[in-house]
Each structure stands twice: as C-alpha cells, then as structure tokens.
C-alpha cells in the first residue's frame, strides 16, 4: 500500500511503473478546434493518443459496454475483434463520438486516414471520450495525424495515460514484471465528475506471448471479476472499453500465472479509478461472503455501494448501519432472496455492527469507527491519491460459500457541484 | 394546480382537506423521553397518534414494504391481516423499533395495552417511524395511553398529519368527495433527510362503504400505480406501510368510481410525498410510452430518475439529454432489452431533444429547457411547497403499447449535508 506526500511523489512512482513493455510505440498530439455545435470564444482543447504495435498482433481482445446506445467507436471496436490483425489504438478525448451525424463514417475516415499515413494494413481501433452527442472534429484531426505518426516513440507509458484524461484528478497507471517481460495498462475516468465523460477506457499492453484464443478466453470473465465490480455512479456508459494487445515477444511458461498477474493490475488500476474523482473522499470495500452464488455476493455488494443513504453516510464518517441494513434488505426483499436476517453479521472495519438478529452498535463502538472512517478519508484536488486506504465493510449472509468483493465511493458536495454546474 | 405564496396559506388548504370521513377519531399525545441506547443531555421528544374507528371495521387493508428486514410492527401488520376486524392503527414518529431486542414485544405490549384502556376486543395496527435499530420507551409510551384515549376527537386530521412527521418539510394531507362519503389521506416521508426516519406510511381513511375483499383485491394494485412509483432514494424502508380503513357508513353505487377517486387522492399524495423532502428542488415527472409492458415502462422511468447523473443535471437545470440516454441505455442494456436507437424519441417540457437517433438540441433549445427547469424549481425549507409545477420528460420507445409514469426528485447539496451530517 502506498502513501503519497506530493504529486512530484506520485508521478514519480507512476513513471517507475510506466516503461512500455517491448513491441510498442506511443504518440500524444495536443491540439485545439472550434465545435460546430457551440458558438465558443476561445477554442477547445483536445489530445489525439497512438498506441502501435511495432508489428500488427492477432493477440488482441477487447471487452465493450453493455449500454443499450453504443458510441460508434464501440460499434467498431465489436466488428473489430473479427480483424486477423490489428495496428493498435487511436485514442481521443473531449468528445465521445455518440449519436451524432455521421460518427461511424468519420471515426473510419480518421483510422482509415491513419493506417494509410502508417502504411498499415491492419486497422486501428478508434476510441472515444468526452461529450456525447457532439461530432468530432474531423478535419483538424486528420491534419493532426501526420504530426502524429511523427511523434510515436518508446518513451514511459505516462504521457498517454495523461493525455486520454478527461476530468479525471490523476493520470492512473500500473504494471506488473512477468518472466522477463511485463504487463502495463493506463485507464482513465470513471464517473464523479463531467459524467459525459466518465467514461471508462483502459488499454493494456504486453509483450508476453499469449495466444488470441487464450487472451479471449481470460479477458471477458478477468474483467468482470475487476473493473465490472466498482461503481460510482452505478451506469455503465456508452463508450466503456477495455483492450488488452500482446506483442508476442516474450515467452509465457504458465498461463494461469499470466492470468493471476493480468488480475492483479486490473484490480489495482479499478482501485486507482473509483479513487480518481474530485468528488470522492472515501473508497469503499464491501466484501460479501456466504452467499449462495458470485452473482448474488455482487450483486448486493453493488445494491449496498449504490445506495446514496450509504454513500452520503461514508462521506459524513457516519457508521450508520441502519442505512446499510436498509439498503441490503431493499435489495434482498426486492429481488425475492430471503433471508434469516439472525444469520447476518455485519462488520465495518473489523468491528462487529450487526450480529444475531440485532444491531450491536454503542455510543464507544460508534465514535471508533466514525475515527476510522476519518482515518481512510482523503480528498485528491491536488491531482494525486495521498493514500490508499479503504472503508472496509464486510458482510457474512450465512447462506452458503460464495463470495465477492466489489469498490465503491462515497456522495460528497463536490459530486454534486461538479455534476450540476459543469454546463450550466 | 395549487400555488402557495406563504406556509398559512398552505395549511388553510390542508384544513379544508383535512374533515374527518364519518365513523373516525384521531388524537395526539406529545411527550418527552430519555433513550437507552445514548447518553443524552436533552430527553427526545415523540409524537403518539391515534387514529381509533368509532366502530371496529373488517374493511381494511394494508399493504406493506418488502424490504427483506421489516421492522417489528411491519411483521405484526402483516398477521393483523387476517384479523376479523380491527380497531385502528398508532402510530409513534421518533423510533422505527427494527431490528433491537424485544421490539416485537415492546409493540405488542403497548397496542394491547391500547386496546385494554380502550375496551376493543380487536387490535390495533402498531406503526413506528424513526432511527433503526433503538428500542421504543416503552414504559413511557404506556403511561402516556391514557391521556392520548382522552384526547380522541373529530378534528380534522392535518394535526395528526403533523404528528406523524419525522424530518419532512411539511404535513401532507389528500382527500376527495365521494357520494356522500370522503376519503381522507395523510402520509409522511419520504427520503432525502436523515433516511433512517424515510419510512413511508400512509394511512388512509373514507366512509364509503367498501366490502373488506373488494379493497383488497384492489388496494395493492393501486398502491403498485401511485406509491411505487416514486422514487427518491430508491430504497425501500423497513417499515413502508399502507393501510386503509372504511367505516361503511356511506353507501357506494360503482366500485370502479371509487376506484378511482382512490387512485386521485394516492397519486396527488405521492407527489407530495417527492416533494416533501428539503433537499428537493425539482418534481421530476418521466412518462414512458410506447413499451411491451407496462413493468418495462416503469423499470425504464425508475432507472432513469434513479441515476445520479441524471438527478443531478436536474438540480443544475442542464437539459443534459446525453447522461438520460447514457442512464436509459445502462438499463435496456444490462436488462437485455434489444432496442432500436433510431426509433426512440426524448422530449423534455414539450421540446424533442432526442429523434431519429441523434440529438436534436442546439444552444438556443438548451437555453430554452435551462429556463423551463429553473422555473420548475422550487425551495421549501419555510415549510410548504411554493407551486406544484414538475420537469416533466417523456420517452416514446417505439416498441410497443405500453406506457408508465413515475415520479422522482432532484440531488442537491441538500441531500448531502443533510443526509452526511445529521448523526456525527
């Protein structure tokens, strides 16, 4: 676990763990453009982010939001996966390319635009964030492209992961040294602020050699067991990606270890984004154990960190079980699992809140872990994570032997602000 | 639509609402009690209200939370179901009585204490709304029966609509002729301040002569279309209640018309209920139309005014169409619900914003709607509600014929500060 005094400390241990893994090449172009959507003064700001494969890999996969309004960058993405090959990923921020005029057509025109400057026959993913319903700029962009391919060079990871933020508090990358070679993944959003922009991205590469079919077998459910289990603002966006690319040129020994170390930097890279907003003062941990099934543990875990009653309550250092109680029973009762509410223990921090059927909080009891909530609080204006402490909550449903951990933040004034006045 | 300049002018109306249907009496006895649970300086005060059937009826019914952990009196409400007649329900705001040691006892003892002093062979409906978790005085509440039996009076019923308040901004009462006869309603809750004390507990009164089968088969029905159709916290509490009561004192020539001057009085106490809390700034109103079913309509409308991003855009008066595409899309596509983008069509105060699948709105349409909801808005902290305007968004999905209404309210610092800080 890390502490972190100054943001100098943090972007330092982040560029520690920033070195491309071998096969790579990275580029940011920074650059500015007038929306057609909006009279603007002065004009807006956007990144274009390349990440290339040195030579095109048929180790990719990717795993895409569930959202019902898809952007067209995730439109393409799917159709993607069929690809033999691909070159890499384009990445842009500001604007999400979602249900506008024409974004299937110029999110193409631009990879297709960039595969012929890189004299590529493989594809470019497009990936999209920022504000939806805008179109992207597409002439200033594809001038931007051969600056672009210009710029593509070895360097540490940290400058994409800073150019594809939108208003997330800090660049957020991990990593991880695997039998000679290593795992690297960046991320940015989700939730809390601009939400337009909350959207999910991450991207991770490696030089380990793992076969597609193998990659796609691990990928989907490795997601679902990391960043499908944290919510902020409980929606899945319309653009959430998640793509994993191999360059193929290290050896891999044991594909379970493989996997177990992927894992490990997908859990700590969703520690890193539900920590990463203005608004969030606390990261919340609810472990559900004894339950019947996985899904059921999520399932309420989730139901738990999504109540606002919970999230407010975290936020003001208030160990408030009856508001937590509530929230599980609302979703249990509403979902038709019962329950032997005599069976349930609750505990907030190691300390027992609910146990046999009664709530066993006393004034003592209440004022240690209102300490501890304090404790685990933090806020991160200064654009680093100062700690990486967690409320932790642990819930025992004495009905069977699964279990599951999800993460989740707390309700705070500046969630409100940011989310309210940020058009207006 | 009644517009309220100042609080007197809002109970003067609540008055006239408040005549009691023959065959009912009401009383309130306030009180003063020290808990066991805190070392307090100042004792707590609480409210018992009685509201007592002249003569004991078998025309009720009641329809109860299905939070998996109800309190006490939720579970002794659901036997009393099956009672051949009951006397009347008492009602104490302050402590909930969920989940502590004896507390369904501590009910018990006092409601037949009640009956004992009132000399009814049948029981009373216990009902308790406050912080979860503690015990009731119990030997306070019984000493103070007596005085509370010699206060019962016709009055009309806006002082025990007051009595039953925990933290709401304002006493709630409905009501409507009918035939001869009335039906009178009060409620408290729910939601948005100090949600241990959320409960939603309606309790509605009419002297129309309705058989104890025909209001059961059709009071849960009805209370599914009005009360479960709002949504603040999207919590259920531990102790939701409703009960309804006939004196049978007035005879009813159509069962259906009853039906729906019923369905009137809940729907217009639902919407008080949304309005009520203090961090409410705006009724939000979503009618779903053109659905398969009317459960889908109503699930989409929940997921809809559920999602912080949408709650908050609202507080912030931003006509923010992508984040109420983004909270639709999260819920079709989590449900699996196949749904054609292009077919969808959102309109927010009469003007479409969404058509064809792309967004229609431009700055001056943006402008427009910013205007239409701050006029929305309202304050209530003086303790009524100023108008009864609401930002009303309707959502045509062009897949069926199935259409839904529900009713939600906005997420203002409000909700926070008083939801973060009123216990530590």
């Known amino acids: 676990m890390d502490v972190f005094e100054t943001k100098d400390k943090y972007l330092k241990v982040l560029k520690e763990r920033s070195t491309l893994p071998e096969g790579f090449k990275t580029a940011v172009q920074a650059f ?117 391919s210009d710029k593509l060079n070895d360097d540490p990871i940290l400058s994409a992961a800073e150019a594809i933020m939108t208003t997330d508090a800090f660049p957020k990358v991990r990593s991880i040294e695997f039998e000679g070679g290593r795992i690297c993944a960046i991320a940015k959003g989700a939730g809390m602020i601009e939400p337009d922009m909350a959207t999910m991205l991450v991207f991770i590469l490696t030089d380990i050699d793992i076969k597609r079919d193998e990659l796609r077998a691990l990928f989907s459910p490795l997601i679902n067991r990391t960043f499908n289990r944290i919510s902020i603002d409980s929606d899945q966006s319309t653009s959430d990606t998640a793509l994993i690319f191999s360059s193929g040129l290290k050896p891999c020994s044991s594909l379970s270890a493989f996997e177990d170390a992927l894992q490990t930097v997908c859990l700590s890279l969703s520690e890193d984004i539900v920590r990463n907003g203005e608004g969030t003062s606390h990261l919340i941990r609810v472990t559900v154990s004894e339950a019947d099934t996985v899904d059921e543990a999520t399932a309420l875990g989730k139901a738990l960190i999504n109540s606002p009653l919970t999230k407010t309550a975290i936020f003001g250092n208030d160990p408030n079980v009856g508001r937590f109680l509530q929230a599980m029973g609302d979703y249990l009762g509403g979902n038709g699992v019962s329950i032997d509410p005599e069976k349930i223990e609750i505990s907030i921090g190691g300390h027992i809140v609910y146990h046999g059927g009664v709530f066993t909080l006393d004034g003592e009891k209440e004022k240690k872990l209102s300490n501890y909530m304090k404790d685990c609080s933090f806020v991160n204006s200064e654009g680093f994570p100062p700690h990486e402490q967690s409320v932790d909550m642990n819930i025992k449903l004495g009905r069977g032997s699964c279990g599951s951990q999800v993460l989740g933040s707390d309700l705070t004034y500046d969630y409100v602000r940011e989310n309210a006045d940020y058009r207006t």
Chains 1, 2 share one sequence.
């Not at 952007?71 to 249900?99: A, D, T």
């Not at 024409?102 to 400057?117: D, F, P, V, Y």
């Not at 497009?126 to 051969?146: A, R």
């Open 32 to 148: 500015e453009f007038f929306p057609v959507e909006r009279e603007v003064i002065e004009p807006m700001k956007m990144n274009m982010t390349l990440i290339e494969l040195e030579k095109p890999t048929e180790a990719f996969a990717g795993v895409f939001t569930r959202n019902a309004f898809p952007g067209y960058p995730v439109e393409i993405g799917r159709h993607l996966l069929n690809e033999e090959k691909v070159s890499g990923v384009l990445i842009n921020n500001r604007i999400s390319n979602v249900r506008c005029q024409n974004g299937r057509e110029t999110a193409l025109n631009i990879t297709e635009k960039l595969a012929e400057i890189r004299q590529r026959k493989h594809p470019y993913f497009p990936s999209s964030t920022g504000i939806i319903g805008w179109k992207l700029p597409e002439q200033v962009m594809l001038k931007h492209l051969n600056p672009l």
